[in-house]
């Protein structure tokens, strides 16, 4: 489809949202719960890499997906959402909802969770806020755990199931974040994942850290190496960028590789050549 039948007539739309795509500065998988959940803890921040949602009225509830990203109406976690907050208010929410979709999916950004915040929380602010932050969180965190974070974004440490949320001092960095084109199942890779007995790092360890300005060299994923396994493109995404002479990381349960600071020319086009995304970012 043309770019620019994506954008034709959206630009009268009521109201635009943007989504920010988020990293994960290290994961730690602590043990799995007796409800299935994992407990985890993580550091995430947004960055400016988003994606775009256009609000009109309508005659009903409509929610659409435009761009090489674009998901069905069954698999939209907006539609849902917004189906079970109308349910939760009495309220009928008539709107035309299309969303540009610029983060990609299953790649760890957590693009659907933003997009599904973004959206309930102008519903919410619409109704004069009938739910409280906490109960927007609870909420929320009913269809994605990575939603409440943002709420707010920024910086901030999520442990628990990932719906505890501890708000950082915002850093700044640049990244260069490569998606290899697969869509990593989050289910899928935690399912896989066998914890390992070893020393792990504390919470407590990770923020004193973070307090020393030695955030690169405490970060590790633990999912990563099962999330390898299972797709092969993480790992040549992996092998490429060391070879080139990089340190990559993984973010959240993949499939996306970032590393901090831009890539040369030469290092970027080889990337692209091979059929992968690459997004140049910054945190915020």
């Given at each position: 489809?043309?770019?620019?039948?994506?954008?034709?007539?959206?630009?009268?739309?009521?109201?635009?949202?943007?989504?920010?795509a988020?990293?994960?500065?290290?994961?730690?998988?602590?043990?799995?719960?007796?409800?299935?959940?994992?407990?985890?803890?993580?550091?995430?921040?947004t960055?400016?890499?988003?994606?775009?949602?256009?609000?009109?009225?309508?005659?009903?509830?409509?929610?659409?997906?435009?761009g090489?990203?674009?998901?069905?109406?069954?698999e939209?976690?907006?539609?849902?959402g917004?189906?079970?907050f109308?349910?939760?208010?009495?309220k009928?929410f008539?709107?035309k909802?299309?969303?540009?979709?610029?983060?990609?999916?299953?790649?760890?950004?957590?693009?659907?969770?933003?997009?599904?915040?973004?959206?309930?929380?102008?519903?919410?602010?619409?109704?004069?806020?009938?739910?409280?932050?906490?109960?927007?969180?609870?909420?929320?965190?009913?269809?994605?755990?990575?939603?409440?974070?943002?709420?707010?974004?920024g910086?901030a440490?999520?442990?628990?199931t990932?719906?505890?949320?501890?708000?950082?001092?915002?850093?700044?960095?640049?990244?260069?974040?490569?998606?290899?084109?697969?869509?990593?199942?989050?289910?899928?890779?935690?399912?896989?994942?066998?914890?390992?007995?070893?020393?792990?790092?504390?919470?407590?360890?990770?923020?004193?850290?973070?307090?020393?300005?030695?955030?690169?060299?405490?970060?590790?994923?633990?999912?990563?190496?099962?999330?390898?396994?299972?797709?092969?493109e993480?790992?040549?995404?992996?092998?490429?960028?060391?070879?080139?002479?990089?340190?990559?990381?993984?973010?959240?349960?993949?499939?996306s590789v970032?590393?901090?600071?831009?890539?040369?020319?030469?290092?970027?086009?080889a990337?692209e050549?091979?059929?992968?995304?690459?997004?140049?970012?910054?945190?915020?």
């Amino acid at each position: 489809m043309d770019k620019k039948v994506y954008y034709q007539g959206l630009d009268a739309a009521l109201e635009v949202l943007l989504a920010p795509a988020k990293v994960n500065f290290g994961l730690w998988v602590k043990s799995k719960r007796t409800d299935g959940y994992h407990d985890i803890f993580s550091v995430l921040h947004t960055v400016d890499l988003y994606d775009k949602m256009y609000i009109e009225p309508h005659y009903t509830l409509e929610v659409t997906t435009v761009g090489p990203f674009s998901k069905s109406v069954e698999e939209n976690i907006v539609y849902n959402g917004v189906l079970a907050f109308s349910k939760l208010t009495g309220k009928d929410f008539d709107y035309k909802i299309t969303i540009e979709k610029h983060i990609p999916v299953g790649a760890g950004l957590g693009g659907a969770s933003s997009d599904l915040a973004a959206v309930i929380k102008f519903l919410n602010e619409e109704l004069d806020k009938p739910l409280s932050d906490k109960e927007l969180s609870e909420f929320l965190s009913s269809f994605s755990k990575d939603a409440p974070f943002f709420l707010k974004g920024g910086c901030a440490v999520v442990y628990g199931t990932g719906d505890q949320i501890k708000s950082l001092k915002p850093m700044s960095k640049e990244l260069s974040i490569v998606y290899p084109s697969v869509e990593a199942s989050t289910s899928r890779v935690y399912s896989a994942f066998v914890k390992k007995e070893e020393q792990d790092l504390s919470l407590e360890d990770v923020l004193r850290l973070l307090e020393e300005n030695d955030m690169e060299s405490i970060i590790e994923n633990h999912l990563q190496q099962t999330a390898i396994d299972i797709y092969k493109e993480i790992g040549e995404v992996f092998r490429f960028l060391e070879d080139a002479g990089y340190k990559p990381y993984m973010s959240g349960s993949g499939s996306s590789v970032y590393v901090f600071g831009k890539f040369n020319d030469i290092v970027k086009n080889a990337l692209e050549s091979r059929g992968w995304y690459v997004y140049e970012c910054k945190t915020i």
